[in-house]
């Protein structure tokens, strides 16, 4: 008997090679040392605290898997998505470099650089330095919010670039943290053009989530603090996931899942990528084999994943080690929120936002879909890790 192809919207990684061990190329991208010394130092954080891992065995069973479970970063910080990880933690190692650089004693060649923790950045120790930096990023609503968040608690103007799309509550939510913004006439990928015009002009700095060519320290530093979730995942997970469905925009999310499970579990799981259709760089850049654009004009409701290219830094991790890549429609959005929302019995509650779920749609789709769910390998001893990476931000749930 032959085993039906694949459909069209799921495509296999021919670069994936299960045996390939994570190396340099993949750890300048994502380095794994220092997470847990990271975890120990956000404790500063008043509001800092893991988020939970939530069992769904109704629903695992319900899809014919063994056990699927769901990283509720919608609970993060009070802030609603896991991207506050990120610009926080990228704006507070700004500050601190520029404090190690400047405060650095001893003889040429042998500096020591006196870095400061969050704790002393946050109680505003060196305002000499840092009172002058203005931070400014290009977001689709909730890296903005977290780029803003970090710049208020270190006491810094900051400016948010806003694609047309991004929700009034979303960005009333930037507004709060004190940031200005400014709506460009255009998507994702306009923001950030804007954004490097103006920062360039003005000698801002800017905190993105996306690379390109010349600029990737800061990118890297934002899924660092991606990273910090992944072992949360670690330790709340012992027996560890079999296969992993998480949702890309530009890949930093990917990437630190990705790569940060590739480096400590001993066995790796298989990676699926899940992209809106419209959205769908990371699929095309996978049949491609190099970096490509999405072959839609990222017109989505899942407006943190609605980007027409992938941030360049990530593909050591994403394009070797993601099994495979596969696109959701839009109408399959509303009923994975749902889902989430009004559980089967026994499973509880999780609130969630269009990106968010785009990895429960993503995995409903492939287990009712014979051809998809024997491709992956999917089945009664598959343990599934989801993560629903923003809650209900604005975005109306009928
Ligand atoms: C809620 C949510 N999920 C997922 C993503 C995708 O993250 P990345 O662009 O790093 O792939 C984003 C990005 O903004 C987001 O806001």
Redesign the pocket.
């Known amino acids: 008997m032959t085993t039906p192809s694949p459909p069209a919207w799921l495509a296999r990684n021919p670069r994936a090679d299960r045996t390939q061990k994570f190396g340099d190329a993949q750890r300048f991208v994502i380095d794994p040392d220092g997470i847990a010394e990271l975890c120990e130092e956000l404790k500063a954080c008043p509001a800092h605290k893991p988020t939970p891992l939530h069992a769904l065995p109704a629903l695992a069973a319900r899809l014919g898997l063994g056990a699927l479970r769901v990283k509720d970063e919608s609970q993060r910080f009070g802030f609603g ?3 506050a990880l990120g610009g926080v933690l990228a704006v507070s190692n700004v500050l601190a470099e520029a404090v190690g650089a400047a405060r650095a004693v001893g003889a040429v060649g042998e500096a020591r650089h006196a870095t400061p923790g969050f704790e002393s950045l946050m109680k505003g120790e060196h305002r000499d330095i840092t009172a002058g930096f203005v931070f400014t990023t290009a ?5 903005g919010r977290s780029v803003a968040a970090g710049a208020k608690l270190f006491g810094n103007r900051c400016v948010v670039f806003l694609p047309k799309f991004t929700s009034a509550v979303k960005e009333a939510a930037i507004r709060q943290r004190g940031a200005e913004v400014i709506r460009v006439n255009g998507d994702y990928d306009t923001a950030v053009a804007e954004c490097r015009r103006q920062a360039e002009a003005r000698g801002w700095t800017i905190i993105s ?2 690379s390109w060519e010349g600029y990737d320290s800061i990118p890297r530093s934002v899924m660092r603090g991606y990273t910090v979730l992944v072992e949360e995942i670690v330790r709340q997970w012992p027996e560890a996931p079999t296969h992993v469905f998480v ?8 990437a630190a899942v990705i790569g940060y499970l590739w480096a400590v579990l001993p066995k790796r799981p298989t990676f699926i990528v899940v992209e809106p259709r419209s959205a769908d760089c990371w699929f095309q850049s996978n049949l491609l084999g190099k970096p490509a654009l999405a072959s839609g004009n990222a017109d989505t409701q899942m ?3 609605a ?1 027409r290219e992938i ?1 360049p830094v990530t593909w050591p991790v994403i394009a070797e080690a993601a099994d495979w890549f596969m696109t959701i429609e839009e109408d399959e959005v509303l009923p994975a929120r749902r889902r989430f929302a009004h559980p089967l019995a026994g499973d509880p509650a999780i609130t969630s ?1 269009p ?2 779920c ?1 990895g429960l749609a993503g995995l409903t789709r492939a287990c009712t879909d014979a051809a998809a769910f024997a491709a992956l390998g999917l089945g009664k001893d598959s343990r599934v890790l989801l993560i629903n ?2 809650g209900d931000l604005g975005e109306p749930l009928a």
């Open positions: 998505a896991f991207k977001s689709s609503g909730n890296h989530d996306t949702q890309a925009g530009v890949g930093g999310l990917a407006g943190g994943l980007c941030s936002g990106s968010g785009a990476s923003e």
